[in-house]
């Protein structure tokens, strides 16, 4: 069976405890993140290269919203995307996305805007692939569904309602994955802030974004 883990990191807890601290990477890496970012997207950049150096994730496919950070990893490609976009927005550009058929469909725009961005991060095309040319063969918003495209065939994809947000992932896989989720807390210390895994179940909005995420058919570890 195919495994992935999903690991979920509170951004707006981060913004909480770092204060003036540096991320725990090398100068290289931080170097490296300053030439192509700013402002808030480069602490979400950051933050994406601390936690995979923190769960050892050596090949992996990260997505942000302004809340969250995700970060999926699997010994198979996958694609993962969350976004918090609201829906009317979404609806005003889903013929930029959509074909004709899904915008009039009902899922919502942005459960397919989820739904095929995770698949095309899946090919590592990204936004080059053509969303408008990617579909599902069932609906990925009530289970995983085969991706239908042009780029290739063995994906499946499921994307999951979490009320003010949606998240997506998408893998190369015969079957619906085991998916495992791992909630990680913000820490600082000796002025450079890094992840600590979190081990005993609490209420915090980043546990709560895991437990939701049970429905790609996974466990808490």
Not at 61 to 81: K, M, P, R, W, Y
Not at 195 to 202: A, K, L
């Amino acid at each position: 069976m195919t495994r992935v883990a999903v690991h979920v990191v509170s951004l707006r807890a981060l913004d909480q405890v770092r204060g003036h601290a540096e991320p725990d990477l090398s100068d290289r890496d931080r170097a490296a993140i300053a030439r192509r970012t700013t402002g808030r997207r480069r602490v979400q950049a950051q933050a994406a290269r601390v936690l995979a150096q923190v769960a050892a994730v050596e090949s992996g496919n990260a997505s942000h919203d302004q809340d969250f950070l995700v970060l999926a990893e699997s010994a198979a490609t996958c694609g993962i995307d969350v976004e918090d976009a609201a829906e009317e927005d979404l609806r005003e550009v889903a013929d930029r996305f959509c074909a004709a058929d899904e915008a009039a469909g009902p899922l919502s725009a942005r459960a397919l805007w989820t739904a095929k961005e995770s698949a095309a991060k899946a090919t590592r095309r990204g936004l080059r692939a053509g969303l408008r040319t990617i579909g599902f063969a069932d609906d990925p918003s009530t289970d995983w569904s085969t991706v239908d495209w042009p780029y290739g065939r063995g994906f499946l994809t499921r994307t999951v309602d979490l009320g003010d947000r949606h998240c997506a992932l998408t893998v190369h896989a015969d079957a619906p994955p085991q998916v495992r989720t791992q909630v990680w807390a913000p820490t600082v210390s000796d002025h450079r802030w890094s992840f600590t895994q979190v081990t005993q179940v609490d209420d915090s909005p980043a546990r709560r974004l895991a437990e939701g995420l049970h429905a790609f058919g996974g466990n808490r570890a």
